[in-house]
Each structure stands twice: as structure tokens, then as C-alpha cells.
């Protein structure tokens, strides 16, 4: 590796480091499930983990100011009837947020920003299509509304969560796939499958429009995850069970542009890509390390930075949206570990000296506002995400609802039991609000006659006691 090319990066001195014990969150029972899953979720609002339950699936949401130990009775979201494989924060509401799980459904979720009292158990909407569990639940990175969940049928469906209604189903998959990456502006989305094959489809024509065979010889699982640049950065196995990333050209995919051997392990790698700054951090199951690296047009393309070590091997890992940095402290990364019973915060920093706004390490970066409407995408509109600066930090909004529309899936389905005291009378029938009142004076009647009745009998017993009678 040239040590010219690595010296002019302005990343070459990042640095990790692991939040105070008081910043962690302590006493998380994490998901035991065989899935190879991050388990975890973060946005500037959120902390999503997915952790142990019994009868059914549950998964953990905190406000990321709600540090320390989590009390064993906090509510939890418990909607799902098999456990919870996947979860995924909507890029365009902080509060909104995608589930899929063993139940073979995937469920959108209204998250408050206040502590809920009580278990959350009704989803916005549930998305039914999908005949065996759901691993895979992916928003679109600019248009509205759109999910995209995969499933272990082999299936690929494009939902518009506005309406519970599915837009698109591929199944170009032969075998179980592993991971779904969307391009920058959603065109695209490129998949790793079980047969060995790195795909990349275009989902409004509904074809594989490009695929390689291999781009990692072994037979372990793969990652794939578009760049900014429209190149495909894997990870997968040699045949000799060593890890190993590629870099990949889709319109070109005979040769790599880079491929690089990392060591033998058996944890699969998890990248996670930093469009801004054109990093990549991989964090393997099993792992004590994170390593990061840059991607840039000059040879050798993948340049190793460096590794952040610990002590304790991770369960899964959360990656916070640039939205979400400390910009007064230089952070150009934050990652969410998760040990067997507890998530810690990890700070990725460049070393300024100054304290002012550093515009290089900042470029302006993708907003909360969707650049593209459902229809307008489905029509082959696309939009690069909205972006904003940085520059006086960012404060996330206040809640915003997701509305449905009424032409929903969930009007055909009979509804969800729901308490009394959480009904809204607005939405009730006429007829039905109408013998729901004749029901309560009925009730307010035969109470009144029976407090009448023990006043009575109250007289008469203290005549009895006095001897008056």
C-alpha cells in the first residue's frame, strides 16, 4: 500500500473510542436468534434494539438521552407473533420506524417521543405478501413512503406504506438472500443471494440488469452495499474460508477495481458505508474490532485506516446517520455495540485542533425531507436525497404522524381488540356510538336505583342496632 496516498487523507488519523460507562445502555437482554442481522437501529431520536421475549417478538426503543440501566419493565414494542429478525428507521420521520420478523409479516411502527406507559402493540400498518419469515426491511433512501422487505420465500416486494398496498414483487432470487442495498437516489438496489450470485436490479423494470458470479469464492455468506459513486463494495470468504471486501464496477463486473484479504474468521462482515466521507466500517459478528476504511478513484481504490479494538466480541451493531454527529468535537461517526446485555456507544473523531466548524470534514448531507413522492418514483422519476448543512448542528423535529390512506389492507382485516379508553368516538359508526350510549344511561340508571336500594337498607339495619324497631 502507498504510504504517499494514505498521508493526503485527511481520515487517516481517525480514532475510536469507546462512551463513558454512565453513556451506555446497561441491562439490554439482546436477541439470541440464529439471523445475521445488526439486531440494532439508530437515528438523532432513537435507540432501536432487538432483544429477548417470550410469546412472540419484541424489540427495545429509547430515546438516546435515556443512558444507564433500562428498567426490566420497560415497554416494550410487542406486535410481532414470531421473533424479530430486522428493523429499520425511516430516513424522512424519526419516529417512524419498519420491523420484519418469523411471523411472516413486517409492520410500520408510530413511535412517541414521550415514554410510553404501556407496551406499544398496534402497528400504523401491517404488510402482508410474503409466505415465510421477513429478514430484510430496507426504506428507500428519497421517495416517500417506500419499504422494501425480502423474505425467505424469496421474494422481494416494494411497498407504499401511505397505503399498506405493494407496488412491485420480483423474484428473481432462486435461493435465500442476504443482504439489500440500495443506490444513492434509489434507482437502484443491489442483493447477495445463497446461490453465490451479486445482483443488481432495477425494481421499476422489474429485471436483474446486471450479475456477477462469485465476486467472493468461499461459500459463506456475502454483504454488498452500493457507493456514492455507483460502485458495489462487498465482503464475503475465499475459498480458503479467509475474509476478504471487493470493489466492484456494475457496468463492468469481469474484474474488481479492488480485492483484499483480510484474515480467517467465521464472522460474517457487516459494512457500513458513510456516503459523506466515503468510509466504510466493518464490524464482524463475533468480533472485538472494528475496521474502517476509504474509498477513492486513486489505486489501490480500498484504503486501510485503521482498527478500533475492545475486549468484549459484538452481537450486532447500530450505525448513526450523519445527522445525528457532534459536529463541535470533530465526531465523523458514531457506532451502537452491542454486548450480551448492554449497548455502548463508539465515537469515531478526527483531531482538530481548532473548535470551529470543520466545512471539509462536513459536507452538506442527506436531510429528513423526501425528495420524491410515491407515484412520481413509480412513474422513473429520480432525485439525489435533499441535503442540508451541518454547520449550527442538528435539532431533530418534533413528531410528525404517518398517515394512512384509506384504501389500506388493514380494512379488509377484522380490527385490532383495543380498549375503551383508547377508542376515538369520532371514528366509530353512528349506529354503533348511538346504542353505546343507550348502553351507558341504561348502566347509570340501575346504578342510581341500586344506591337508592342500600340506602334503604342501611336505614333499616341502624333501626335494627338502635332498638327503635
Known amino acids: 500500500m502507498s504510504r504517499s496516498i494514505v498521508r493526503q487523507s485527511k481520515f487517516r488519523h481517525v480514532f475510536g473510542q469507546a462512551a463513558k460507562a454512565e453513556q451506555s445502555y446497561d441491562d439490554i437482554r439482546v436477541s439470541k436468534v440464529t439471523w445475521d442481522s445488526s439486531f440494532c437501529a439508530v437515528n438523532p431520536k432513537f435507540l432501536a434494539v432487538i432483544v429477548e421475549s417470550s410469546g412472540g417478538g419484541a424489540f427495545l426503543v429509547l430515546p438516546l438521552s435515556k443512558v444507564g440501566r433500562v428498567d426490566k419493565n420497560y415497554p416494550l414494542v410487542i406486535g410481532h407473533s414470531g421473533p424479530v429478525l430486522d428493523i429499520d428507521w425511516c430516513p424522512h420521520n424519526d419516529n417512524i420506524l419498519a420491523s420484519g420478523s418469523e411471523d411472516t409479516t413486517a409492520m410500520v ?62 423474484d428473481d432470487h432462486p435461493d435465500l438472500i442476504y443482504n439489500v442495498s440500495w443506490n444513492y437516489n434509489g434507482s437502484l438496489f443491489c442483493t447477495t443471494c445463497k446461490d453465490r450470485r451479486l445482483r443488481v436490479c432495477d425494481p421499476r423494470k422489474r429485471e436483474v440488469v ?186 431533530p423535529p418534533k413528531s410528525r404522524e404517518l398517515k394512512v390512506a384509506k384504501k389500506n389492507v388493514l380494512d379488509s382485516r377484522p380490527a385490532p381488540r383495543r380498549s375503551l379508553s383508547s377508542v376515538d368516538g369520532s371514528s366509530l359508526p353512528p349506529q354503533l356510538l348511538e346504542k353505546l350510549v343507550e348502553e351507558i344511561q341504561s348502566l347509570k340508571a340501575t346504578v342510581l336505583s341500586q344506591e337508592k336500594r342500600i340506602c334503604d337498607l342501611e336505614n333499616k339495619l341502624s333501626k335494627y342496632t338502635n332498638g327503635t324497631v
Not at 484474515?263 to 464482524?284: A, R
Not at 452481537?315 to 452491542?338: H, N, Q, T, W, Y
Open 109 to 170: 411502527w408510530q413511535i412517541p417521543d414521550h415514554t410510553p406507559c404501556r407496551p406499544i402493540s398496534e402497528p400504523i400498518v401491517v404488510l402482508e405478501g410474503h409466505s415465510k419469515r421477513v429478514g430484510i426491511v430496507k426504506w428507500h433512501p428519497t421517495a416517500r413512503n417506500i419499504l422494501l422487505t425480502a423474505g425467505s420465500d424469496n421474494l422481494i416486494i416494494i411497498w407504499n406504506v401511505g397505503t399498506g398496498e405493494p407496488l412491485i414483487s420480483m
Open 210 to 395: 446486471a450479475e456477477r458470479m462469485s465476486p467472493h469464492e468461499g461459500i459463506r455468506p456475502m454483504r454488498a452495499i452500493f457507493t456514492r459513486e455507483g460502485n458495489i463494495f462487498t465482503t464475503g470468504f475465499t475459498r480458503m474460508s479467509q475474509r476478504e471486501l471487493g470493489l466492484w464496477d456494475p457496468t463492468n463486473f469481469e474484474e474488481p477495481i479492488a480485492l483484499l484479504e483480510l484474515d480467517t474468521s467465521n464472522g460474517v462482515l457487516l459494512p457500513y458505508y458513510d456516503p459523506d466521507t466515503s468510509m466504510v466500517y466493518l464490524c464482524g459478528k463475533g468480533d472485538s474490532s472494528i475496521r474502517y476504511f476509504e474509498i477513492t478513484e486513486e489505486p489501490p481504490y480500498v484504503h486501510y485506516l485503521n482498527t478500533f479494538s475492545s475486549k468484549e466480541p459484538q452481537r450486532g451493531m447500530g450505525f448513526m446517520p450523519k445527522r445525528g454527529m457532534d459536529v463541535s468535537k470533530c465526531e465523523i461517526a458514531r457506532l451502537f455495540k452491542l454486548h450480551e446485555r448492554k449497548c455502548e456507544p463508539i465515537i469515531m473523531t478526527v483531531p482538530r485542533k481548532s473548535d470551529l466548524f470543520q466545512d471539509d470534514l462536513y459536507p452538506d448531507t442527506a436531510g429528513p425531507d423526501p425528495a420524491l413522492e410515491p407515484e412520481e418514483w413509480l412513474d422513473g422519476r429520480d432525485e439525489d436525497p435533499i441535503l442540508i448543512s451541518l454547520r449550527d448542528g442538528y435539532v
